[in-house]
């Protein structure tokens, strides 16, 4: 069952996300202040939450790594860094957008935005790392998704330590019920589809590793 | 308190070190004296408004440019008499050697400043305010380099004990040291500006200050040697 799990995932995915989508532009009052530009706000808004969900798991994973030498909190911790360089990339361009038809300019500097930005850039380094760093670098990446996952509740209390024009963290809690009915599909849609290729890169690094090891093993038993 | 003192023993060492060939001191000085020509250059001919911002870019980022230098050539030293072993077996605490670095990181990089913010003060007038309120502009400095020198040295190691390359140092370091260097800036345009709010900026310098340095003392050991399975399986 756990084999089949990406595969039931992805299905469940790509049922619920043409669902949502009907939802969000057919079935959801559209807001009265921003009009049409709003319903940019059901995938920005998932996305972000799942670009800070996965980045604490990445740092999780790594302190496990740094700590107990885990190579599956290792994998897991790559994994869930690339699933945050994927979501960042859609908050990164979806946010702007959204800010182009409310603010009239795409990227303003805010407090939200820089951060974000700037949280991308570390995960973005962490692969960097990962993938060209000497043998032993993968301690230092660990310690990178550490300072990336520290960086979360600052991009969260962003809005509320600086001045920003990024609306604050309560819009989402007083939204009507009829909005909360149609973000809650995209955020479940696109949180399957993110452990779904979670899982997936998640196998294919354990395979990696077996891999090597199954190598060294074979080189140290021909060298005897 | 024996954490302290051996800390203070290494850069001691280190400190004697440079004294014998001033080769930090005078590239770094000499680096800062270069960046500050080109931004000259570059910037002079501005009006006081728009001075006002660009004199916060301009010494945060010589910061960042002189800091990757410094944290660079302070481990190749380790690296290239192989001593950072003999560093790691040496009966001294892990944090002392984390410490011991950072310090004279530090003191390379407020002995860039002392170039620097005098050098501002020559080339634009509305860098006026740092003479005028030294205090303020000393811990705005010191603040500031901590940030900077905490994250960095914490990763220069790294990067050092994996046989990592250089480059790599510039990929972590900008993206982890710009939320400070950017609370940096934004105190150095209140204090030029005379801005109220230039008190609570420093609060929030401090702050990362603090995050960063217990965050960069805790990962030290593992970053550099690992620790339990991850010790033993390398």
């Known amino acids: 069952m756990a084999r089949r799990l990406p595969t039931v995932f992805l299905v469940a995915a790509a049922f619920i996300f043409p669902y949502c989508v009907q939802r969000i532009f057919l079935h959801t009052p559209i807001e009265r202040e921003m009009g049409t530009a709003q319903k940019i706000f059901y995938f920005h808004v998932p996305l972000a939450w799942l670009m800070m969900a996965f980045a604490i798991v990445a740092g999780i994973a790594a302190g496990i790594q740094l700590r107990r030498g885990s190579l599956r909190a290792e994998a897991t911790a790559l994994a869930a860094a690339e699933i945050v360089l994927l979501t960042g990339i859609g908050v990164l361009v979806t946010g702007p957008i959204w800010g182009h038809a409310t603010w009239g300019h795409a990227w303003t500097w805010d407090a939200r935005q820089v951060t974000t930005g700037l949280h991308w850039l570390i995960f973005a380094a962490y692969l960097l790392v990962r993938r060209y760093g000497a043998a032993g670098s993968d301690r230092l990446a660990a310690a990178l998704a550490i300072f990336g996952a520290v960086n979360v509740p600052i991009i969260y209390y962003a809005v509320k330590i600086w001045k920003t024009t990024h609306p604050s963290n309560e819009v989402v809690g007083s939204l009507p019920a009829e909005m909360w009915a149609s973000l809650w599909p995209a955020l479940i849609a696109l949180a399957l589809l993110s452990i779904a290729l979670l899982l997936v890169r998640l196998r294919q690094e354990l395979t990696d590793i077996a891999l090597d090891e199954a190598w060294i093993r074979l080189n140290e038993r021909g060298e005897a | 308190m024996t954490s302290l003192r051996q800390a203070w023993l ?225």
Not at chain 2, 39 to 48: H, I
Not at chain 2, 141 to 159: D, E, N, P, Q, R
């Open chain 2, 10 to 234: 290494l850069a001691r060492n280190d400190l004697r070190q440079e004294l014998r060939d001033l080769e930090l001191v005078l590239t770094a000085g000499f680096f800062s004296l270069v960046v500050l020509v080109m931004f000259g250059l570059s910037f002079s001919a501005l009006g006081r408004e728009a001075q006002v911002l660009a004199i916060p870019g301009v010494l945060w980022l010589a910061v960042a440019f002189i800091g990757a230098l410094t944290l660079t050539r302070i481990f190749d030293r380790e690296r290239e008499a192989d001593t950072l072993r003999a560093l790691l077996v040496a009966p001294v605490e892990r944090q002392a050697i984390y410490l011991g670095k950072a310090l004279v990181t530090l003191m390379v990089l407020l002995g860039c400043m002392a170039v620097l913010v005098p050098g501002l003060l020559l080339l634009f007038p509305a860098a006026a305010p740092m003479a005028t309120r030294p205090g303020a502009t000393a811990c705005l400095v010191v603040l500031g380099c901590i940030a900077y020198t905490s994250v960095g040295t914490l990763f220069a190691a790294g990067l050092a004990s994996s046989g990592g390359k250089n480059v790599l140092l510039s990929v972590i370091l900008y993206p982890l040291t710009t939320p400070a260097l950017l609370v940096a800036v934004v105190a150095t345009r209140a204090l030029l500006e005379g801005h109220p709010a230039f008190p609570a900026y420093l609060k929030q310098l401090a702050a990362i200050d603090a995050v960063t340095m217990v965050l960069s003392i805790w990962l030290f050991e593992s970053v550099l040697v690992g620790t339990g399975a991850s010790a033993r399986r390398r």
